[in-house]
């Protein structure tokens, strides 16, 4: 079996993360995993929360505490969430780890000592009432293009538009509010990107026709317009420091490396992390050195990573001439929105992860959002469609089918499974419709296009229904009671299969599925295209019970009460 390593793009530490976050990144990476390793893979899925750069230190100053330790409180608070969702990660590490200093301070090294990083003089925005030099998100002012007037100096979050400090009107410090601005020189360290252009070029070129056309077709186009040198240092007093060993000019002014240079290797980071808790046992260097690994590597993010995970981290490791372990399929994802629009926490608009979790189990929203994943367009989310998703898929085609199914026979044939006669035309074709969709259902999940494979899974709990509409065992207990004890154990062998492929989607509720039965020495972690055939994994005898309702219906009170509470709207 093949080794694969997953990571999912780092979420920032700054903020609880809404719906859009966990289906473009986390979710998926999950999912894939968990897939896999029921297949018999050994999987490495690695994240871990983004915590450098100035949104970090304005919010920390917002709440009056030390950064690293507002980093810490927002890390659990992060943690307790994706535990919540039932993330299955190897490690969730922290980028301000000692580990991933030390390796984002030997690759800056590495790539000085190749001549791909230079020092430069650029002219940047000072604060005299600071005494300092701003970073771009450290200066707010007008945006030029829509007015809005809270715009930073790098972007306007109301138009989007990319922006210089130089261009905002009425700029002033984010950090005292002060207007004494001017412009003056200093020293900053540039990634050579251009230099690395033509064999990060030729790199992408080996592998994009793999990647989704979204990721692909992104990387392509920031090659086509052609790969610029870039600052990879900024003026915090948060982050990874320049090390004086190497610049000591440049670590006395308290430089640190941009975010967006160390975050990436923070996958390796939290690897080496993972790694120094059992080192006897545990051999980091085994997943990102490639002379020494045999690893599919796949990389899940939302669309406005791609350019960074597709060239500039790439050129990162090119250029430290090392054997690193690169990425072999990018998996991209368009937004999900909210309404048409974007989630807002200022505006209370949208769904975000720790209310999901208040108002209904993870298994209800883990389904829905791979089901709806935004894989090759923007997709919005509205309780309308959440709601005829739980109902109709969840609670109608999946937990009916299971209550109906246990809560019938038990009544009729007491507490195990019934032994009835020998399988016949109907059982034959079932097996067959069952086989050929699960084969479908891991074909889908082996491409990683998850919207055709929730609809694979779904076709395979509507099978069920089908056959139990068919055969009507409420009926055929009326004339012939061995008929109807065959119909029910074939039906609770579906349930039993169910449970064990349905576990990357819905683990919690697989887990009640499959505990329902009393099977000794149940380590079945897939179902092959025989056994899918056959449906015989419960033997007549083995002892269930009927678990609590899996699903339960929302209904159209719920449906308003979201809305009104989470600013729902079908303008």
Same mark, same amino acid.
């Given at each position: 079996m093949a080794r694969h390593l997953i990571t999912s793009a780092l979420p920032y530490i700054n903020g609880i993360k809404h719906l859009g976050n966990m289906v473009g990144s986390m979710l998926p990476a999950d999912v894939y995993s968990r897939y896999l390793r029921q297949r018999g893979h050994e999987v490495l899925y690695i994240c871990a929360t983004d915590e450098h750069g100035t949104p970090a230190e304005l919010a920390a100053k917002e709440q009056g505490i030390p950064v690293d330790e507002f980093c810490a409180q927002a890390h659990n608070?992060?943690?307790a969430v994706y535990d919540g969702f039932n993330l299955a990660f190897d490690y969730f590490g922290r980028s301000s780890s000692p580990q991933n200093h030390e390796i984002t301070q030997e690759i800056a090294r590495e790539l000085k000592a190749n001549?791909?990083?230079?020092?430069?003089a650029i002219r940047q925005v000072y604060s005299n009432t600071d005494g300092r030099f701003l970073p771009d998100r450290y200066i707010i002012g007008t945006c030029p293009h829509c007015g809005y007037d809270k715009a930073r100096g790098d972007q306007c979050e109301n138009c989007t538009r990319v922006l210089d400090p130089t261009d905002l009107i009425d700029a002033r410090s984010a950090i005292s509010g002060s207007s004494d601005l001017e412009i003056r020189e200093t020293k900053h360290l540039f990634l050579l990107q251009s230099a690395l252009a033509g064999e990060v070029e030729a790199w992408v070129d080996e592998r994009a026709d793999n990647w989704p056309v979204l990721a692909s077709s992104i990387a392509r186009k920031w090659l086509t317009e052609g790969l610029h040198d870039r600052a990879i240092t900024r003026d915090l007093d948060w982050g990874v420091p320049v090390p004086a060993d190497t610049w000591p000019d440049l670590a006395a002014e308290g430089k640190v490396f941009y975010v967006w240079f160390d975050a990436p290797i923070e996958y390796i980071g939290a690897t080496k992390e993972w790694a120094d808790q059992d080192p006897e046992n545990r051999d980091w260097r085994s997943w990102w050195w490639e002379s020494e690994a045999d690893v599919h590597y796949t990389e899940f993010m939302g669309k406005d990573n791609v350019p960074f995970h597709s060239v500039m981290f790439p050129a990162t490791l090119l250029g430290t001439r090392s054997p690193w372990k690169k990425v072999d399929v990018i998996k991209a994802f368009n937004w999900l929105n909210y309404y048409g629009g974007k989630f807002s926490t200022s505006q209370r608009r949208g769904v975000?992860?720790?209310d999901a979790l208040e108002i209904l189990p993870a298994d209800y929203?883990?389904?829905f959002m791979m089901a709806n994943a935004p894989e090759s367009d923007d997709s919005s989310f509205t309780w309308e469609h959440f709601t005829a998703t739980v109902n109709k898929d969840l609670a109608d085609t999946l937990g009916n089918f299971v209550n109906r199914v246990l809560s019938f026979s038990r009544k009729r044939f007491?507490?195990?499974?019934?032994?009835g006669g020998e399988p016949g035309e109907a059982e034959a074709r079932l097996g067959e419709e069952i086989a050929r969709l699960l084969a479908e259902y891991e074909e889908q999940m082996e491409a990683i296009q998850f919207r055709k494979a929730a609809a694979a899974l779904r076709a395979l709990w509507s099978a069920g229904n089908s056959y139990l509409e068919e055969k009507a065992p409420w009926l055929e207990i009326k004339t012939n009671k061995e008929g !109807? $004890?065959?119909?029910?154990?074939?039906?609770?062998?579906?349930?039993h299969l169910y449970a064990v492929v349905s576990?990357?989607?819905?683990?919690?509720?697989? !887990? $009640?599925?499959?505990?329902?039965?009393d099977l000794r020495d149940d380590t079945a972690t897939w179902v092959t295209q025989e056994e899918a055939k056959s449906l015989t994994a419960l033997t007549p005898g083995v002892p269930f019970t009927v678990p609590p309702v899996l699903f339960a219906k929302l209904t159209d009170e719920d449906l308003e009460t979201y809305k009104e509470r989470f600013g729902g709207s079908d303008e």
């Open positions: 608070a992060q943690k001549g791909f990083i230079e020092e430069r975000f992860t720790h929203w883990r389904y007491g507490d195990a499974v019934p032994e !109807a $004890a065959l119909t029910l154990r074939t039906a609770m062998n579906l349930i576990e990357p989607f819905i683990p919690a509720s697989s !887990a $009640a599925m499959r505990a329902a039965f």
